[in-house]
Nanobody, 124 residues
Framework: QVQLVESGGTLVQAGGSLRLSCAAS????????MGWFRQAPGKEREFVAA???????YYADSVKGRFTISRDNAKNTVYLQMSSLKPEDTATYYC??????????????????WGQGTQVTVSS
């Protein structure tokens, strides 16, 4: 099991930027696919972005062009750089790890381990 700890969530004004970080335990981080999901109150958890172990990236249409996912394998950390934030980006953001390099990348079913989440609130 991989332990994941998110950080960086806060209150930010619309149009602002924010970077989330997710630190992972273990010595095989570089072999994992990593993802970011979010969940707003009363809504289901939804895919935001993912990065495969080979560096390929994927984004939800709602964040494409505004968010960037990246990873630093030397630091066992995945990042989500968010810009041009909108009030509808308000949610708890969760980091997730896929230890088996599944083909599924945009679904919660493709990930094994989850962090506890970090709250992002975008004010209008």
């Amino acid at each position: 099991q991989v332990q994941l700890v998110e950080s960086g969530g806060t209150l930010v004004q619309a149009g602002g930027s924010l970077r989330l970080s997710c630190a992972a335990s273990g010595r095989t981080f570089s072999t994992y696919n990593m993802g970011w999901f979010r969940q707003a109150p009363g809504k289901e958890r939804e895919f935001v972005a993912a990065i495969r172990r080979d560096g390929d990236t994927y984004y939800a249409d709602s964040v494409k062009g505004r968010f960037t996912i990246s990873r630093d394998n030397a630091k066992n950390t995945v990042y989500l750089q968010m810009s041009s934030l909108k009030p509808e980006d308000t949610a708890t953001y969760y980091c997730a790890a896929d230890r088996f390099s599944r083909a599924i990348i945009r679904s919660i079913n493709g990930f094994d381990d989850w962090g506890q989440g970090t709250q992002v609130t975008v004010s209008s």
